[in-house]
């Protein structure tokens, strides 16, 4: 459908000119000097011409304007697809088409991406049924799932920091913020 994708995390410390040099990245094209925000926007736009293009923006938190950093209304063929916690921010701030709610992965789905991301230690027979309660306490969410999954990557395989590490999973569920329950029950 498209003849290229091109995937930017976002992220709550993002900047017009991180996104756009993601874009540049992928786009592999190397501007050089001083070039500011609505210069490096056209170049974009005149390498997405006649293009379709599938963006994805991950972890969308404020306003993006999409034309001041990559020209796309400009650019018909090209798609763009937002991925935020905040259903009103897509609908009423960024102006969302279309809403897809993602559900939470099935067990066996979160156990296999799980499995993946932590690597061979998980296989451990001390440390596979706390890979699972880890599992488990995250719900199906995919971002969580993989947060947690490169934390506990780093325990290695260390049972005893795997099961602290559960241990403090568990005791999340007291946290809250306004807007940010599910998350943060999760977390």
Not at 2 to 29: G, H
Not at 111 to 138: D, H, T
Not at 163 to 170: R, S
Request: with cysteine; charged share 30%; hydrophobic share 45%.
């Amino acid at each position: 459908m498209f003849n290229m994708v091109i995937y930017v995390t976002v992220s709550k410390k993002w900047s017009e000119k991180r996104v756009q040099d993601a874009i540049l990245m992928r786009l592999k094209l190397d501007v050089e000097g001083n070039v500011d925000v609505n210069e490096t926007a056209l170049i974009i736009s005149e390498e997405l011409r006649g293009k379709k293009c599938l963006i994805l923006l991950d972890e969308v938190t404020d306003k993006i304007d999409l034309n001041r950093i990559m020209g796309i209304d400009e650019n018909p063929n090209s798609k763009v697809v937002l991925a935020s916690r905040y259903d009103d921010f897509c609908k009423c701030v960024m102006k969302a088409d279309e809403l897809v709610n993602v559900k939470p992965l099935l067990p066996t789905e979160a156990w296999n991406m799980f499995q993946k991301i932590v690597g061979p230690s998980i296989s451990n027979p001390l440390i596979e049924p706390l890979a699972r309660g880890v599992v488990k306490e995250c719900y199906g969410l995919p971002l969580l799932i993989d947060r947690v999954a490169i934390t506990f990557k780093m325990k290695g395989e260390h049972d005893v920091g795997w099961d602290d590490g559960l241990e403090q999973l568990k005791r999340w569920e007291s946290v809250k913020l306004v807007g940010m329950d599910e998350v943060l029950e999760r977390l």
